[in-house]
């Protein structure tokens, strides 16, 4: 499979650093200048721009964490006019309030730029057709595939998530060649295929582009083996972009981070010291062309580790291993990001429940399911079902309205959740992933 930019996918190290030096360094002048929480921060650190000359710089630098964004919520982060952002994205928060993001025009550039350079991992050209199931909407995921499809001139299928029988007939009707969806979704469909009697050889899919959630060898092998595609990890995070930090190419040996965009690093989150290549730690990234909200030291709470050798597929980019899991307790259920925390706040606008709470993730027929147990007042107890079902069905609206996610919720007995000594263990995960 080619390239998308041959000249920064496959450029020497020296060549890269050079290009990653000085994008710092303009970088870090524009926030200083436009950003007041990053010049708050230099002053702190007594640094100023002329400090960060290159690379080895960048521990000089400090932090940023998803605190700060909603601390300055919505815009507050943003580096350049209200006039020149043209698109807003955003993910859910602890709290309801949202992690907002801004781009420019020419970070929409950017964005098809790395998400052409994915799609093309994925065998990807003027010939595809590529069917996008990630969700249309503040997610990052249906119009950050979508503008990278159209970059390359593929033929874009921009179906967004649901109606999984739609999307099949489509699939076959149209000839999607290239699916885009969470590795879940794409698990689910083609269960629901085998149930609707679409073979795999009615369809004409090749590829599969996905990722917004962990997913494991064994269910990309089952992905391929079900679809007779090549199923690819692809890495993102709204705050740095959205889908296309990082991909796989055909190699599956990690995924190629567009390092001349973000630059990567490893830390220790303890000790916050960078870690020699090769360490497991929490993945910190800066994004030197981002121009609407460039972030320094962005703490992205994933577990990973960072591969500088040269992959066999000849690009040369930093590749970091598949995320192996979270330094804090977001959980991802059907795509969307969740923090126990969420679910607290809602429980706690409840007068008829206590704060004793535990919510179990299964996946069934490849679906995530949420059931949330929460304990009910001793008075509501001796009370009639009626009034205890009229409850459950409030909190379950209320989790759809903050979080967009249809659970199952139990009013159960008072004190019938178990108590732990240490921190309260809030999530029973049993999803096998
Ligand atoms: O999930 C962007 C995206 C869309 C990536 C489509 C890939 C495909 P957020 O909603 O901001 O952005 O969630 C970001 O999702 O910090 C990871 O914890 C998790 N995540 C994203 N991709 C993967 C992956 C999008 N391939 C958060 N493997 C990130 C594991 C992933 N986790």
């Known amino acids: 499979m080619g390239y998308w930019n041959r000249e920064f996918e496959c450029m020497t190290e020296e060549n890269l650093i050079k290009v990653q030096e000085e994008k710092l360094r303009d970088m870090v002048k524009r926030v200083y200048f436009a950003v007041p929480f ?32 909603r601390d300055n919520y919505p815009f507050g982060m943003f580096a350049v006019p209200m006039t020149d952002i043209v698109r807003i994205h955003a993910t859910s928060g602890t709290t309801g309030k949202q992690t907002v993001v801004g781009y420019t025009k020419k970070d929409l550039d950017t964005w098809a730029e790395v998400m052409a350079r994915t799609l093309t991992c994925a065998g990807a050209d003027k010939n595809s057709f590529i069917h996008i199931a990630y969700g249309y909407g503040l997610f990052t995921g249906g119009l950050g595939v979508h503008y990278g499809a159209e ?22 009707d149209f000839g999607s060649t290239i699916l885009a969806c969470t590795p879940s979704y794409a698990m689910y469909l083609s269960e629901e295929m085998e149930n609707s009697g679409i073979k795999k050889s009615d369809l004409k899919l090749k590829a599969g582009v996905f990722g917004a959630e962990p997913w494991s060898e064994s269910m ?9 595609i090549i199923a690819l990890d692809i890495y993102g995070l709204s705050e740095i972009i959205g889908p296309g930090v990082a991909s796989e190419c055909e190699c599956k040996c990690g995924l190629h981070i567009a390092s001349d965009h973000f630059i990567p690093e490893i830390i220790d989150p303890d000790t916050q010291k960078a870690l020699p290549p090769g360490s497991i730690g ?42 192996l899991g979270r330094t ?14 969420q679910i607290e706040s809602v429980l706690l606008g409840f007068g008829d429940t206590t704060p004793n709470y535990i919510m179990i993730i299964e996946r069934k027929d490849n679906l995530d399911i949420l059931e ?34 249809n659970a199952t919720v139990k009013l159960v007995e008072p004190r019938s959740i178990a108590r732990s000594e240490g921190k309260a263990k809030r999530v029973i995960d049993k999803r096998n992933i």
């Open 38 to 69: 990053y010049n708050n921060k230099m002053k702190e650190l007594g640094i100023v721009p002329e400090d960060i000359t290159g690379i080895d710089d960048l521990s000089k630098l400090p932090f940023t964490y998803k605190q700060d964004l």
């Open 151 to 172: 970059k390359i001139g593929a033929t874009v299928i921009p179906v967004s998530g649901g109606n999984t029988s739609r999307q099949l007939q489509i699939m076959r």
């Open 220 to 228: 990309r092998s089952e992905i391929e083996e079900r679809l007779g």
């Open 282 to 323: 929490e993945l910190v990234f800066t994004t030197v062309s981002k121009e609407g909200l460039p972030l320094l030291r962005y703490r992205t709470r994933d577990i990973s580790s960072l591969d500088y050798r040269r992959c066999d597929c000849g690009r040369t980019s930093v590749r970091m291993s598949k995320v």
């Open 328 to 341: 804090d307790d977001m959980i991802i259920i059907r795509g969307v990001n969740v923090f126990p925390s």
């Open 372 to 405: 949330v147990d929460v304990e009910m007042t001793q008075e509501l107890f001796s009370d009639q079902v009626r009034e205890i079902e009229d409850i459950e069905n409030r909190i379950r609206r209320e989790i759809m309205n903050v979080l967009g996610i």
